[in-house]
């Protein structure tokens, strides 16, 4: 099984959802976690105390990851605390769904800098001290929407898309420093991002996924896991996508 001792990580959005069960699993597989959040403080608490009661370590962090000034704290804290960071995955993410005719410049822009804006602000900060210490595991994770689209989030399956090139760019960048630079593309994960959608998409997308199901959080979080070990040391630039076989 894929080990991550001595690895210090950090999680975006690790409060809820799917960044909540990478974060856990990664703690469980020997890394110290830095538990990100921006407005759940006591969801990151809770998740904090989860891998503590387990034997892990944890730290939640506040910090707006979409703004610089966030995503730069959040990399110094950690380094300050712990003094290396070996592992960031970028999951921090949103959706304001609806048509392009009903959509508002505003939903774009939100959704634009929640989900692609702070991919690109924290990787800057944590590759300035990975270089460093010539080690580096960034997981971007995307979505299944950025590589197929779909209808009602042409804002997100642009930021996902975003995160795409950017995680190839990146990794050409990086790779000559030991650091890699992979993302990983979810299908339907049930959590409060999708748990309003009606029922009629639903039952429509069922029908769509091989697997006969939605994905489960740890289906991504495995998969995440493993792109930060030592094991996936020859991988980079590549988009794992984690969805039943639905967009194949
Ligand atoms: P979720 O349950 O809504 O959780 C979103 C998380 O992002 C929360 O922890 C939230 O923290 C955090 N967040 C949002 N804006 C932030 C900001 N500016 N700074 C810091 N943290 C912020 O969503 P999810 O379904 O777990 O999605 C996680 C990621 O997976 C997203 O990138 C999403 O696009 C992607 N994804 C999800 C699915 C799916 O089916 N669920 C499929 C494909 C891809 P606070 O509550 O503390 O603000």
């Known amino acids: 099984?894929?080990?991550?001792?001595?690895?210090?990580?950090?999680?975006?959005?690790?409060?809820?959802?799917?960044?909540?069960?990478?974060?856990q699993l990664l703690a469980k597989r020997g890394a110290t976690v830095v538990v990100n959040y921006n407005s759940s403080p006591d969801a990151a608490n809770a998740v904090v105390e989860k891998i503590t009661s387990e034997g892990g370590k944890a730290l939640?962090?506040?910090?707006?990851?979409?703004?610089?000034?966030?995503?730069?704290?959040?990399?110094?804290?950690?380094?300050?605390?712990?003094?290396?960071?070996?592992?960031?995955?970028?999951?921090?993410?949103?959706?304001?769904?609806?048509?392009?005719?009903?959509?508002?410049?505003?939903?774009?822009?939100?959704?634009?800098?929640?989900?692609?804006?702070?991919?690109?602000?924290?990787?800057?900060?944590?590759?300035?001290?990975?270089?460093?210490k010539r080690y580096g595991r960034i997981i971007n994770i995307t979505s299944i929407s950025g590589i197929?689209?779909?209808?009602?989030?042409?804002?997100?399956?642009?930021?996902k898309a975003g995160i795409i090139g950017f995680t190839k760019s990146l990794a050409r960048e990086v790779a000559s420093r030991n650091i890699t630079v992979n993302a990983v593309a979810p299908g339907f994960v049930l959590t409060d991002l999708t748990k309003d959608l009606p029922a009629d998409i639903t039952s429509k997308l069922n029908d769509n996924i091989p697997l006969g199901r939605w994905g489960a959080i740890d289906d991504v979080a495995y998969s995440t896991a493993f792109l930060a070990s030592d094991e996936a040391a020859y991988i980079t630039g590549h988009v794992l996508v984690v969805d039943g076989g639905m967009a194949m």
């Open 1 to 23: 099984m894929t080990q991550l001792t001595d690895k210090i990580a950090i999680v975006t959005g690790a409060s809820r959802g799917i960044g909540a069960g990478i974060a």
């Open 60 to 132: 939640a962090v506040k910090a707006d990851v979409s703004e610089e000034e966030g995503a730069n704290e959040l990399v110094k804290v950690t380094v300050d605390t712990y003094g290396k960071l070996d592992i960031l995955v970028n999951n921090a993410g949103t959706t304001r769904d609806n048509l392009i005719m009903m959509m508002k410049p505003d939903d774009f822009d939100v959704v634009l800098k929640t989900n692609l804006r702070s991919t690109w602000l924290c990787s800057k900060a944590a590759v300035k001290t990975m270089m460093r």
């Open 148 to 159: 197929a689209g779909n209808g009602g989030q042409t804002n997100y399956s642009a930021s």
